[in-house]
């Protein structure tokens, strides 16, 4: 039995992105498809038995009508073949409100009860029925808060309470599924969940508070074959031992936090054991060539002739790499030298990127202490740097603050 394994394909991300003047659609959006077009023609020519996404179809839990019908195509080439591959759908903190009586992004497909797709937006098993018999699906989608703070027991829980909450009913619903499932067939584990240890991506950029964390002791569990995981955006093994505990990651990158991040989906093949009652597991990652993030720092040195030819210079050791990327350009100057910076000149080489970001950063020679700077003389992004500085931010903290304010700066400019 053939299985795909992916998640967090998050339709509608449309940051660096621009219309595509052939099709006008987004052209992030169209990279998204291309690398889903990528997982489905794989499913189709290698005969997979199902195909398992792990939650967050969309970017927001209200798609556009676009969104969901390039979707839904995809989702019926897999559905409608000769021998139909079946798709099962798990809904992500992506995919549902808070409010426990709104639909999900992806209940569509069970309200008009597509053939051969299953949808899960609350914990159960699924067994489902593929070219070479059933495997069943113990699932667990995102658990929503606000359907915890309608009960009237837990109406007045502060945050930390309910994420508590939200955990003990994640761990109570897996050992639930163990008791349920039959050990004469295969079992996955899907779940759309954070599990300590695991490295984190740009997702928690996307997701506002903080999430109910499990461990990796609550879903280790012998009865599954495998565990399948969602909503961290870095493809990662938390356990290769029985069962596997693996996340996908996301389809396609999102935003420089992951410029050096492969992205793809892992094909898991269950198989008898042949001398015990057990069941053979492997698995592995399948790389897509998705849309490339570069980013290129520049620093021009005091007493530069030609600040212009060093930007260049730089540029051109790029060589291929430039070549429809999505390009963010920091350059370091003295202020006296930033005049005789040639933009013109430096977009020109770069002409053949997919999306390009400048970002400059003037260095004043000042004799100024941290704590009496003022914002005539430093820049907005210096300024921030100083801040995050004086509060003791983390270096890694930091540096992922100072990118997206770097990215509220570049928006500020172009408008």
């Known amino acids: ?14 940051a660096y992105g621009r219309i595509d ?20 023609e794989f499913a189709l020519n290698n005969q997979v038995d199902l195909v398992l996404f792990c939650g967050d179809a969309y970017k927001s839990r209200e798609p556009n009508q676009t969104q969901q019908r390039e ?12 021998i139909p591959i079946p798709v099962f759908l798990l809904a992500g903190n992506h995919d549902r409100h808070n409010a426990s009586h709104r ?41 929503s808060r606000g359907a915890l ?16 909450e939200v955990q003990q009913i994640l761990i109570d619903k897996i050992a639930e599924h163990t008791k349920k499932l039959d050990p004469k067939l295969p079992a996955i584990l899907a779940a759309h969940t954070w599990v300590s240890g695991a490295q984190i991506g740009s997702e928690k950029m996307m997701t506002i508070g903080q999430d109910p964390v499990l461990f990796p002791s609550n879903v280790e569990n012998p009865v599954f074959d495998y565990v399948a995981l969602g909503h961290l955006h870095k493809h990662q093994i938390l356990s290769s031992s029985q069962p596997p505990v693996v996340y996908a990651g996301s389809l396609e990158r999102v935003d420089f936090s992951e410029e050096h991040d492969d992205k793809g989906f892992y094909l898991i093949e269950i198989e008898p054991d042949g001398q015990s009652d057990k069941r053979r597991v492997s698995f592995d990652f399948h790389p897509i060539v998705g849309r490339p993030f570069l980013t290129i720092n520049i620093n021009i040195e005091p007493g530069d002739t030609n ?13 291929d790499k430039v070549k429809g990327a999505i390009i963010r350009l920091q350059i370091t100057l003295p202020a006296e030298l930033e ?6 000149d430096i977009r020109n080489a770069l002409k053949e990127a997919q999306y390009l970001t400048i970002a400059k950063e003037s260095k004043q020679e000042t004799r100024l202490r941290l704590g009496k700077l ?20 983390s270096p890694t903290h930091a540096s992922r603050l100072l990118e997206y304010g770097e990215k509220l700066m570049e928006e500020q400019r172009r408008k």
Not at 21 to 40: N, Y
Not at 307 to 319: D, F, K, M, W, Y
Not at 339 to 344: A, E, I, K, S, Y
């Open 339 to 344: 005049g005789q910076l040639r933009d013109n």
């Open 71 to 82: 979707f839904a195509k995809r989702i019926n080439r897999l559905t409608t073949q000769k």
């Open 307 to 319: 600040p212009t030819a060093t930007a260049l210079r730089v540029i051109n050791e790029q060589g």
């Open 149 to 164: 703070l309608g009960n009237e027991e837990r109406k007045n829980l502060n945050f930390e309470q309910i994420n508590q």
């Open 103 to 143: 639909a999900t992004a992806i209940d569509i497909f069970d309200t008009l009860a597509i053939p051969n797709v299953h949808i899960s937006t609350k914990p159960d098993i699924y067994p489902i029925e593929t070219r070479n018999g059933t495997i069943q699906i113990a699932s667990l989608p995102w658990v």
């Open 1 to 14: 039995m053939k299985i795909i394994h992916f998640a967090d394909l998050h339709l509608g991300v449309e």
């Open 374 to 393: 003022t914002a005539e003389e430093i820049t907005p992004l210096e300024a921030l740097k100083f801040y995050l500085e004086s509060k003791k931010i």
């Open 21 to 40: 003047p052939s099709s006008g659609l987004p052209s992030r959006l169209l990279d998204f498809l291309k690398a889903l077009d990528e997982l489905v």
